[in-house]
C-alpha cells in the first residue's frame, strides 16, 4: 500500500520544514534527539488521506565542509535509490541556482521518478522562480509553501499515482502514470498521443458455444502465431499475437477455445467462468460475445459486470449474424435489451458479426481501437479545473444538514480506466448523485463515452 519519497535538495530550499509538516511535529522532534545521526531519516508522513515513507535528506550542511558535497552526493544517490520517488525542492523565491542544475541533473540521470516542487510560493515573490523551474526538464512544478501548508492539494495530486494497490493486478509496468507533457507554449500540460507501438491485449469471452474459437480462427486464418506461456498467466492459457492495420493486438486464448473437450455442459459452464476472469484480468479491452440466437442469458450479463467493475474496456460483440433475418428490427430489440439490462455499460458499441463468415470483424476491431484510446485518456489538470469551476458555479453540490459540501479541486492520475480524484470538505457528505452528475459532465465534456470511469472523493484541507 505505502511508498517511499525522497525528499531531494540544496540546504535551505525547505526540506525539513516539509518534513516536518508532512511528518508532523512528534517524529521530528524524536529523531533531532542529540547525536542521533540525520542524514536520511525516516518517516511515517500524510497527506489527507495518503500515505507514505519520507526520507529526509536535511542535516547534510553541518557535515564537515571539506567532504560536504561527496557526502551529500552519496547520501542524495543513497536515498534516491531507496526511493519509489524523490521530490525535488528548489526555492521559488531565489529560482534555479547552478547547484539546483546540479541535483536535476543527478536525479535525470538516476532516471527514477520524480517530483518537481517549488517551495516558498506563497505570494507574488516566488511566480517567476516557479515558472524558471520548468527550464531543469523535470516537468512541470508543483508550486508550495511548505510553511504555510499551501499547494499540498497538488502535492498530493502528485503523489498519488506512486500509491500501489495491494492486489494490484498483473498490469506490470502500470503501476501509476507518467506525468503529462507541457506545452511550451503555455506551460500547462496537454494530452499526450496514444502509444501506437504499444500492443492492445484484448480477450474474447462469452458463454460456450458463442463462437469465440470459431472467430480467432477467422482472425487469425493462416498467420496464427503461437507464442509461449506468458509470465503470470497460467500454464493453461497463452496469448496470441495478431496485427490489424498495423496495430499489435495480443489475443488472450484459453486452452478451451484451442481443443474441446467433451465434458458435461454444467462443467464446461464452470470452466468458462474461470476462464472468462484471467481472460478479463488479462486484457485492456474485453469483447463479451454473445450468441444472437440467444442473447443476454443470465452468465453473459454477470461477466459484463465483471468487465465494468474490474475496469475493463468493453464492445459487445452479437455473433452469428449471418442467422438473422430481419436486421435491423434485430439490432433495435438487441439496442433496448442492453439499455434496459445493462445500466453499468450504457453506451458500449454492439457489434453484429459473423466469426463464421468474418463479416462485422472490421467492424468490430474499429470500434475496439476507440474504446481502448478513450480508456487510455488523461485529461490535463488546468482543463479539468475549468470545468469543475463552471460546474460549480452552475450546480454546487447540495447542502447537507444545513452545510454546504465544498469541492475544491481534481485531477486525474491515472488511465486506463481513467480514474479522477476531487477533493471535498465532507467527501462521506456527498450524495451519490452529485458524485454520478459529475462523471456524467466529465463523461461528456471530454468525451470519454463507453469506458468505465472512476472518482474517487478525497478530503482536502
Ligand atoms: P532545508 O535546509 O532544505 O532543510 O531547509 P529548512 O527547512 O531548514 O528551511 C530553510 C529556511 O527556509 C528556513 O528559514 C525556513 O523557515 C524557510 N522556509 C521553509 N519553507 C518555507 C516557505 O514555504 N516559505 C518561506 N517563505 N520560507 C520557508
Ligand atoms: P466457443 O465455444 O465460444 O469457442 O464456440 P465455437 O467457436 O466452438 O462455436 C460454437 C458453434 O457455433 C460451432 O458449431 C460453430 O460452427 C458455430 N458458429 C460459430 N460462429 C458462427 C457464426 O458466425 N455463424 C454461425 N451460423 N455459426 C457459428
Known amino acids: 500500500m505505502t511508498f517511499t519519497v525522497a525528499i531531494i535538495g540544496r540546504p535551505n530550499v525547505g526540506k525539513s520544514t516539509l518534513f516536518n509538516r508532512l511528518v508532523g511535529q512528534k517524529i521530528a522532534i524524536v529523531d533531532d534527539t542529540p547525536g542521533v545521526t540525520r542524514d536520511r531519516r525516516p518517516g511515517e508522513a500524510r497527506i489527507g488521506d495518503l500515505y507514505f515513507t519520507i526520507i529526509d535528506t536535511a542535516g547534510l550542511e553541518d557535515a564537515d565542509p571539506e567532504t560536504l558535497e561527496g557526502r551529500m552526493r552519496a547520501q542524495t544517490e543513497m536515498a534516491i535509490e531507496e526511493a519509489d520517488v524523490s521530490m525535488f525542492l528548489i526555492d521559488a523565491r531565489v529560482g534555479v ?8 541533473e543527478l ?3 538516476v532516471g527514477k521518478p520524480v517530483v ?20 531543469l526538464g523535470l516537468g512541470e512544478p508543483v508550486a508550495i509553501s511548505a510553511e504555510h501548508g499551501e499547494g499540498m492539494a497538488d502535492l498530493f495530486a502528485a503523489l498519488l499515482p506512486f500509491e500501489r494497490e495491494e492486489d494490484e493486478l498483473s498490469d506490470e509496468e502500470d503501476d501509476f502514470d507518467a506525468p503529462l507533457p507541457i506545452d511550451p507554449e503555455t506551460g500547462e500540460e496537454m494530452e499526450a498521443p496514444l502509444d501506437l507501438n504499444r500492443p492492445i491485449k484484448v480477450a474474447i469471452v462469452g458463454r460456450p458455444n458463442a463462437g469465440k474459437s470459431t472467430l480467432i480462427n477467422t482472425m487469425l486464418g493462416e498467420d496464427r502465431l503461437l507464442v509461449g506461456p506468458e509470465a503470470g498467466i497460467t500454464r493453461d492459457s497463452i496469448s496470441v499475437d495478431w496485427t490489424w492495420n498495423e496495430r499489435r493486438i495480443k489475443l488472450f486464448d484459453t486452452a478451451g477455445m484451442r481443443k474441446k473437450s467433451r465434458v458435461i455442459e454444467h462443467k464446461l459452464e464452470r470452466l468458462s467462468v474461470g476462464d472468462s476472469l484471467r481472460a478479463i484480468r488479462f486484457a485492456e479491452v474485453v469483447v463479451l460475445m454473445l450468441d444472437v440466437t440467444i442473447p443476454f442469458e443470465k452468465q453473459d450479463l454477470q461477466i459484463a459486470d ?8 468493453l464492445v459487445i460483440a452479437f455473433n452469428k449474424w449471418d442467422l438473422v433475418e430481419d436486421r ?5 430489440e438487441l439496442r433496448e435489451m442492453a439499455e434496459r439490462l445493462l445500466p453499468q455499460v450504457r453506451g458500449v458499441p454492439l457489434v453484429p458479426l459473423s466469426g463464421l463468415t468474418g463479416a462485422g470483424i472490421d467492424k468490430l476491431m474499429s470500434e475496439l481501437l476507440k474504446v481502448y484510446a478513450t480508456w487510455n485518456r488523461r485529461i490535463p489538470t488546468a482543463a479539468l479545473n475549468r470545468w469543475l469551476a ?15 459540501v465544498k469541492l475544491r479541486y481534481m485531477t486525474q492520475p491515472k488511465a486506463r480506466p481513467p480514474t479522477f480524484v476531487a477533493f471535498c470538505s465532507r467527501p462521506e457528505a456527498l450524495p451519490d448523485a452529485y458524485t454520478r452528475y459529475l462523471l456524467n459532465g466529465i463523461r461528456e465534456t471530454f468525451k470519454l463515452a463507453a469506458v468505465p470511469l472512476r472518482l474517487q472523493l478525497r478530503k482536502g484541507e
Open 306 to 313: 465483471l468487465v465494468a467493475r474490474e475496469g475493463r474496456a
Open 97 to 104: 541556482t547552478p547547484v539546483d542544475e546540479h541535483f536535476a
Open 116 to 135: 518537481l516542487v517549488a517551495n516558498k510560493a506563497e505570494g507574488k515573490v516566488g511566480e517567476s522562480g516557479v515558472l524558471e523551474a520548468y527550464s
Open 328 to 332: 435491423q428490427a434485430k439490432m433495435a
Open 390 to 404: 463552471s460546474v460549480l458555479e452552475h450546480h454546487p453540490p447540495p447542502a447537507v444538514s444545513g452545510r454546504r
Open 107 to 109: 536525479l535525470r540521470r
